[in-house]
């Protein structure tokens, strides 16, 4: 599942930016390329609403690595209604680091410090992304849309 929200987002990118995606999906160096060579990393997820943050997971040290690397790091906000954002992260040595309930550590990126690059209302992505996700945000809103 969260593959596919990972494909979707870069997909949604790719168009926005008249980018061309990589080749090789585990590319250890970037998710696309833009016409005139910028390389782009593309996260989609749902913000750590407690923090106001996106976030990169620490112990996965080659993503990290790369999201820390690259030209553009973008986030696409997985949605809980039918607005998708697009946000970029400008400073990425802006962020700390928290510890969710889990036990996972996680690099937190401000979403305050990030532009919002495009937003556009697309129920049919939303409701593809929200289906996809883990979040219990997430569930717990379309467990509501449904009852109301």
């Given at each position: 599942n969260l593959e596919r929200n990972g494909d979707r987002g870069e997909d949604f990118v790719a168009q926005l930016l008249n980018a061309i995606r990589s080749m090789n999906k585990y590319d250890s160096e970037k998710d696309m390329t833009?016409?005139?060579?910028?390389?782009?990393?593309?996260?989609?997820?749902?913000?750590?609403?407690?923090?106001?943050?996106?976030?990169?997971?620490?112990?996965?040290?080659?993503?990290?690595?790369?999201?820390?690397?690259?030209?553009?790091?973008?986030?696409?906000?997985?949605?809980?209604?039918?607005?998708i954002k697009v946000y970029e992260c400008g400073d990425r040595r802006g962020g700390w680091t928290s510890t969710t309930s889990k036990g996972r550590r996680m690099y937190c990126l401000p979403i305050s410090e990030m532009n919002l690059i495009h937003s556009e209302?697309?129920?049919?992505?939303?409701?593809?992304?929200?289906?996809?996700?883990?979040?219990?945000?997430?569930?717990?809103?379309?467990?509501?849309?449904?009852?109301?």
């Amino acid at each position: 599942n969260l593959e596919r929200n990972g494909d979707r987002g870069e997909d949604f990118v790719a168009q926005l930016l008249n980018a061309i995606r990589s080749m090789n999906k585990y590319d250890s160096e970037k998710d696309m390329t833009t016409a005139d060579g910028t390389e782009v990393e593309v996260k989609t997820q749902v913000p750590w609403y407690a923090e106001n943050a996106f976030t990169l997971d620490l112990a996965k040290k080659t993503n990290f690595d790369k999201c820390m690397k690259v030209d553009r790091l973008i986030f696409v906000e997985i949605p809980r209604n039918d607005v998708i954002k697009v946000y970029e992260c400008g400073d990425r040595r802006g962020g700390w680091t928290s510890t969710t309930s889990k036990g996972r550590r996680m690099y937190c990126l401000p979403i305050s410090e990030m532009n919002l690059i495009h937003s556009e209302v697309n129920p049919e992505l939303a409701k593809s992304l929200q289906a996809d996700s883990n979040s219990k945000f997430i569930k717990s809103d379309l467990l509501l849309s449904r009852t109301v």
